[in-house]
């Protein structure tokens, strides 16, 4: 298991790792990520080196996608905030990204439970699933460096209650039915509550609990990582899947949506590791892909409840994820931000050379703060 005396030799290890061939990193980060405990502090079963070695190559890009450079992967079909944790977001034109917080206003607040001190996730359908009727929308545009402005939550009757109110927490508390607080950062330690859906589509009444943002700068509402991509040809290939489903954005609630015409099959699992250009400003790097949970699968306005979404995703499309060891449903990319500036829809994307320093620095920094968190 990857105690936090196991980090510090990890550390010590990264630029060696990180100067040895792709291929190198990617199986060192899936070996360390076999013998890692998963974030509810469960320990997961060890994988042998041979099996973790098949499951790395086959997560691994191929040999033309590593080697591109500067490669046009399409353009910015569209561009999603969320300005309230586990709320309905809004899509915009144009966006300002910042180095430590992705989105600028994207996860700004966050709703915690005074009872338990955990942050209110739809993560926990039975207790906070409401939420994603619930639509949140800032009265000015948000900026890079500053406080957040001010938020209206619409709730689903028509109410719309503002994070300015003198009286907002009693207001969001007497519509949830449990005692909350509106904020604009996490606890220290944050966490939430989740239930894992059963391979026959019910809820178990067992929960687990997972830190946030252990992929993030400490301080974000952000469950996983800054920023989330998901490709048009990865919906396209899942409705190819499953016709009744209806796989549309808010169940995957991405940043950014890259409008691939052409593509087929699951293609940002191949960004692994690579710096993506989004116009002439931003570059990202694809760290992880992005495993999915019971929230894809939840009714929110007119979509209805179902299993199905998910497991779909599970039969068709199961990548290692290292941190826990094991391969999971995934629909979709985490990235990091190397450098900000502006995007807008209709900018072009372009795959760039693979940053394995960064990438590796991304992992180790994400044993850590997971590590610390138990």
């Not at 998963?38 to 033309?64: H, Q, Y």
């Not at 692994?272 to 019971?294: I, K, M, Q, S």
Request: with cysteine.
């Amino acid at each position: 298991m990857v105690a936090i005396t196991s980090y510090v030799r990890l550390r010590s290890e990264r630029r060696r790792v990180a100067t040895s061939s792709p291929g190198s990193v990617d199986t060192w980060i899936g070996n360390v990520g076999s013998s890692a405990r998963d974030f509810t502090g469960r320990t997961i079963r060890t994988l042998s080196a041979r099996r973790v070695d098949a499951v790395v190559r086959r997560a691994l890009p191929s040999p033309a996608v590593a080697q591109s450079d500067g490669t046009i992967l399409g353009d910015v079909g569209s561009l999603w905030r969320y300005p309230v944790k586990s709320m309905r977001g809004e899509e915009v034109a144009r966006v300002e990204i910042g180095p430590d917080v992705g989105i600028v206003g994207d996860r700004a607040y966050g709703l915690v439970d005074v009872a338990t001190g955990k942050v209110a996730s739809a993560k926990h359908p039975r207790k906070w699933g409401g939420l994603l009727n619930w639509r949140a929308d800032f009265d000015a545009a948000p900026a890079h460096g500053s406080a957040p402005p001010a938020v209206r939550i619409t709730l689903p009757d028509g109410t719309v209650v503002r994070s300015d109110d003198a009286n907002v927490d009693a207001a969001l508390s007497r519509a949830l039915g449990y005692e909350v607080r509106l904020a604009t950062s996490p606890p220290r330690q944050a966490s939430i509550e989740e239930s894992t859906l059963r391979a026959d589509g019910t809820l178990p009444d067992e929960l687990g609990v997972a830190p946030l943002a252990v992929g993030a700068p400490a301080g974000t509402f952000f469950d996983f990582a800054p920023v989330h991509l998901l490709t048009s040809a990865t919906l396209a290939r899942l409705e190819t899947l499953h016709p009744a489903g209806r796989f549309a954005l808010p169940r995957f609630r991405p940043n950014v949506v890259v409008r691939c015409d052409g593509a087929d099959g699951f293609v940002e699992n191949d960004w692994v590791g690579h710096e993506l250009a989004l116009g002439d400003e931003v570059r990202l790097c694809v760290t992880f892909t992005c495993p999915r949970c019971v929230m894809t699968t939840l009714p929110q306005q007119d979509l209805p409840s179902d299993p199905a979404i998910l497991q779909t995703a599970a039969r068709h499309n199961r990548v290692l994820f290292p941190l826990l060891g094991k391969a999971m449903p995934t629909v979709g990319v985490y990235a990091t931000v190397v450098r900000g500036g502006r995007v807008q829809a209709g900018d072009r994307v372009r795959l760039l050379g693979r940053n394995t320093l960064r990438r590796t620095a991304s992992f180790l920094r994400a044993i850590k703060r997971a590590a610390v968190r138990r």
